[in-house]
């Protein structure tokens, strides 16, 4: 007889918050309260409720090829104890350093600029033939489902999104890399005529890189997106391909790939170049090890601006842990 010992972080498909009342704006400002108003002003609603205008919310290109793949069927076996973080918030709330500097907030104006058709990906290295391949034909070769995974950023806020997209594993198996091979490489755009903070080489390294190890990558967990909410993906949050990995800290999480290499020597992202004592390499969730700046032991979650204790690995760990075997707390972050 099988008996299935459900994780910790799984949830049965009939709890999972029906996305016609998570995306409910009204319901949204609500659930806040003006107890929560302070610390609820970065986000677009927010703004729109204590007089600050309406928001533009940038959503996927309406004449985005693939619009007609989403929505897809959700995979029941990933789902999470929180409500999906209403689509306006995540829209008008990001990382996304090309577009945006400093802090999290709304880039999605700045990030229209950026073309994403046509749009192509490299892959090299370690294989046994390097090819690129256009994103719209990368599609047409693998199957697509919806994830909903929770997203810890690194400056102690989280939201929970519903992904669509395909297993990373499944780019590694067609990639064919070699023996040799132990890490991927990832890498996005560089074009200063799109992006203004790219003109100026002295701010940060650019591109944007980062890398995982080929046994994470593997994982079941690793994710490559291409939509959300059961569209494409808009621009500021990393269209039209970007990373999720939802174990690890926001930052390991690379929008708008254009290359992934297959490499034996370690890769050095873009945030552990700048400050490998605040930004490195395993960045995994883990609220014993403290940011130099701040503590990881809690977290916003954005929408609500409920302060929560954070969990280790997000509350991955079950799945995850088994990687890291033997590490200690200060690697699990660094």
């Given at each position: 007889?099988?008996?299935?010992?459900?994780?910790?972080?799984?949830?049965?498909?009939?709890?999972?918050?029906?996305?016609?009342?998570?995306?409910?704006?009204?319901?949204v400002?609500?659930?806040?309260?003006?107890?929560?108003?302070?610390g609820?002003?970065?986000s677009g609603?927010?703004?729109?409720?204590?007089?600050?205008?309406?928001?533009?919310?940038?959503?996927?290109?309406e004449?985005d090829p693939?619009a007609g793949?989403?929505?897809?069927?959700?995979?029941?076996?990933?789902?999470v104890?929180?409500?999906?973080?209403?689509?306006?918030?995540?829209?008008?709330y990001?990382?996304?350093?090309?577009?945006?500097?400093?802090?999290?907030?709304?880039?999605?104006?700045?990030?229209?600029?950026?073309?994403?058709?046509p749009?192509?990906?490299?892959?090299?290295?370690l294989?046994?033939?390097?090819?690129?391949?256009?994103?719209?034909?990368?599609?047409?070769?693998v199957?697509?489902e919806e994830?909903?995974?929770r997203?810890?950023c690194v400056?102690?806020?989280s939201?929970?999104?519903?992904?669509?997209?395909?297993?990373?594993?499944?780019?590694?198996?067609?990639?064919?890399?070699?023996?040799?091979?132990?890490?991927?490489?990832?890498?996005?755009?560089?074009?200063?005529?799109?992006s203004p903070?790219?003109?100026?080489?002295?701010?940060?390294p650019?591109?944007?890189?980062?890398?995982?190890?080929?046994?994470?990558?593997?994982?079941?967990?690793?994710?490559l997106?291409t939509?959300?909410?059961?569209a494409?993906?808009?621009?500021?949050?990393?269209?039209?391909?970007?990373?999720?990995?939802?174990?690890?800290?926001?930052f390991?999480?690379?929008?708008?790939?254009?290359?992934?290499?297959?490499?034996?020597?370690?890769?050095?992202?873009?945030?552990?170049?700048?400050q490998?004592?605040?930004y490195?390499?395993?960045?995994?969730?883990?609220?014993?090890?403290?940011?130099?700046?701040?503590?990881?032991?809690?977290e916003?979650?954005?929408?609500?601006?409920?302060?929560?204790?954070?969990?280790?690995?997000n509350g991955y760990?079950?799945?995850?842990?088994?990687?890291?075997?033997?590490?200690?707390?200060?690697?699990?972050?660094?």
């Amino acid at each position: 007889m099988l008996i299935k010992r459900k994780r910790g972080w799984e949830l049965p498909e009939s709890q999972v918050t029906p996305e016609a009342i998570v995306l409910d704006r009204r319901r949204v400002l609500a659930a806040g309260g003006a107890a929560a108003a302070g610390g609820l002003l970065a986000s677009g609603p927010a703004r729109a409720l204590f007089g600050f205008g309406e928001p533009t919310i940038y959503g996927p290109d309406e004449n985005d090829p693939s619009a007609g793949l989403y929505p897809v069927p959700r995979n029941a076996r990933y789902t999470v104890d929180r409500d999906i973080t209403a689509m306006e918030n995540n829209f008008t709330y990001n990382n996304f350093y090309e577009f945006r500097l400093g802090s999290a907030g709304d880039c999605g104006a700045q990030a229209q600029a950026l073309p994403v058709r046509p749009w192509e990906i490299a892959v090299d290295g370690l294989v046994e033939q390097p090819f690129t391949i256009d994103i719209d034909t990368l599609l047409s070769r693998v199957s697509l489902e919806e994830r909903v995974y929770r997203h810890r950023c690194v400056e102690a806020w989280s939201m929970t999104i519903a992904w669509s997209g395909f297993p990373l594993a499944d780019f590694v198996a067609m990639a064919r890399p070699l023996s040799g091979a132990k890490y991927l490489r990832f890498e996005t755009f560089l074009d200063k005529d799109v992006s203004p903070n790219q003109r100026a080489a002295f701010l940060y390294p650019w591109p944007y890189v980062e890398g995982v190890t080929i046994a994470e990558a593997a994982n079941e967990l690793a994710f490559l997106c291409t939509g959300c909410y059961g569209a494409p993906l808009p621009k500021q949050m990393g269209s039209p391909i970007r990373l999720h990995l939802p174990w690890k800290y926001g930052f390991k999480s690379i929008k708008s790939i254009v290359r992934v290499s297959f490499t034996e020597e370690r890769p050095v992202g873009l945030w552990e170049n700048l400050q490998p004592r605040e930004y490195g390499f395993w960045a995994n969730v883990n609220p014993e090890v403290a940011h130099p700046r701040w503590s990881q032991a809690t977290e916003r979650v954005l929408g609500t601006n409920d302060r929560v204790p954070t969990q280790l690995f997000n509350g991955y760990g079950e799945y995850v842990a088994g990687m890291y075997a033997g590490m200690d707390n200060e690697r699990l972050f660094m």
